[in-house]
Nanobody, 115 residues
Framework: QVQLVESGGGLVQPGGSLRLSCAAS???????MGWYRQAPGKQRELVAR???????NYADSVKGRFTISRDIAKNMVYLQMNTLAPEDTAVYYC??????????WGEGTLVTVSS
């Protein structure tokens, strides 16, 4: 069982930045950690993910603007979001994919980009 708790969401103006954090109760068996988002009326989509060895994947829409990072010693994963746009408005979810194949999700944190 892995508990994930996100923080760092909020209201930001277009062009602004936010940093999301996700605390994992244990990363011993976690292979990949990532961030997904779900905008109103849309399906949940991958934003960025990072493997234990440091490999990353980003959605095309966030490449060059968002950066995912992990601090394995602190059981944390982060998402630095720069140059935010209204279309980035969504609930952002932290995900942990275990070596066993199980998936765990946080409860989500709302990011609103609006002037």
């Amino acid at each position: 069982q892995v508990q994930l708790v996100e923080s760092g969401g909020g209201l930001v103006q277009p062009g602004g930045s936010l940093r999301l954090s996700c605390a994992a109760s244990s990363i011993f068996s976690i292979n990949v950690m990532g961030w997904y988002r779900q905008a109103p009326g849309k399906q949940r989509e991958l934003v960025a993910r990072m493997g234990r060895g440091g490999s990353t994947n980003y959605a095309d829409s966030v490449k060059g603007r968002f950066t995912i990072s992990r601090d394995i010693a602190k059981n944390m994963v982060y998402l630095q979001m720069n140059t935010l746009a209204p279309e980035d408005t969504a609930v952002y979810y932290c995900n942990a994919a275990l070596y066993s194949g199980k998936d765990y999700w946080g409860e989500g944190t709302l990011v609103t980009v609006s002037s």
